[in-house]
């Protein structure tokens, strides 16, 4: 699935699209609604875009700027509570913003799971 050569030098994992759903924004819980969206890794944000470059392109429409999620000082836990879904991990950012991220595919999330902790525990500590 890592086929958007276009991202830059800091990139750790590339786009693939995930489920995603924002419950809570500065502590104060949100109702839930799930979307699906390109989700990008770089060194200390996630970045969340609304479709893959290659569609966009294929559109005819720039990408368009994305959501970012800064990976300082945030916790990533998977969870069973907070959704009826299986295989979801949650983002709680330090300003008090969290975030669902899902897929149907176990394997799938795990690399995403294990590959924003590594990048929140290297940006968290240095
Ligand atoms: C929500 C919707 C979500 C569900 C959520 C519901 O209803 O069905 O898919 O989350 O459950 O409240 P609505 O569309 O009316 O807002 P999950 O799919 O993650 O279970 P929740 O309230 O238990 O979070």
Known sequence: HNVDGSVGPQTILKGEYLNKAK?????????????STWVVLCSNRLLFYKESKQEAVANLKP????????LCGAVIEWTTEKSSRKHVIQITTSNGHEFLLQADHFPTI??????????????SSG
Do not use: F, Q, Y
């Not at 419950?23 to 979307?35: H, V």
């Not at 795990?110 to 940006?123: E, F, M």
């Open 63 to 70: 990408g368009g700027k994305p959501d970012g999620v800064d």
């Open 23 to 35: 419950i809570a924004e500065g502590g104060k819980k949100l109702r839930k609604n799930w979307t």
């Open 110 to 123: 795990s690399k995403w799971h294990d590959a924003i902790k590594k990048a929140v525990d290297s940006v």
